[in-house]
Every structure is written in C-alpha cells, then in structure tokens.
C-alpha cells in the first residue's frame, strides 16, 4: 500500500508541476489529427469563467441596485461637478498644458 500511494503522489506532483505541458500537448494533438471540436472544447475548459462574483455592494443586493451604486459613485467621482475649481485658474493653465501634450 505504501508503494502504490507513494506512485499517487508522484503522479499528482508530476501533473502539477507539467500542467502547462499537458495542456499545450492536448491543444498540439487537437490541430494535428485536425479535431476542430476537440480544439475547442479544450479552448472552452482552459477559459472557463474562474471568478465568482459578489451578490452585494454597499448593502445592495438587487442587480438594478447594484448598477444604481456604481452609478452614484461615478458620478460623485468623476463628473464635473464633483471636483471645485477656478475657471479663471483654468483659462490661465490651458496654454500651459497644450504646450506640454503637443
């Protein structure tokens, strides 16, 4: 019993350690013997979706919730109205500014 676990182990360390190998070998066998399905069922189960995502953001649970927080979030970031400034400031910066992006 302790040969035959022993064998185990070392197979599992050995499939760890050449995944990519395996892998790169499946796709290679796929093309050459001209299996399109099977080419693409291994493209499907390398690419399959590995996140999982959060059912709740910022106490939201609802999707059209959840949208309506990123939403506000944006707009107190990143619209116009959120950041003050000084539209003189501004007219004295642009030649400024053009000079350097140009």
């Not at 035959?4 to 190998?21: F, G, L, S, W």
């Not at 970031?77 to 004295?92: F, G, H, S």
């Amino acid at each position: 019993m302790r040969k035959t676990r022993a064998a185990y182990h070392i197979a599992v360390r050995h499939v760890k350690r050449n995944e990519q190998d395996v892998i790169n070998d499946r796709f290679a066998s796929a093309l050459l013997d001209n299996r399109s399905r099977d080419f693409w069922s291994e493209v499907k189960r390398i690419r399959r979706n590995k996140t999982c995502f959060s059912n709740c953001v910022d106490s939201a649970f609802n999707p059209t919730d959840i949208v309506n927080v990123f939403a506000d979030k944006y707009q107190e970031l990143y619209m116009p109205t959120a950041v003050a400034y000084n539209a003189d400031d501004m007219v004295c910066l642009n030649p400024f500014l053009l000079k350097f992006l140009f």
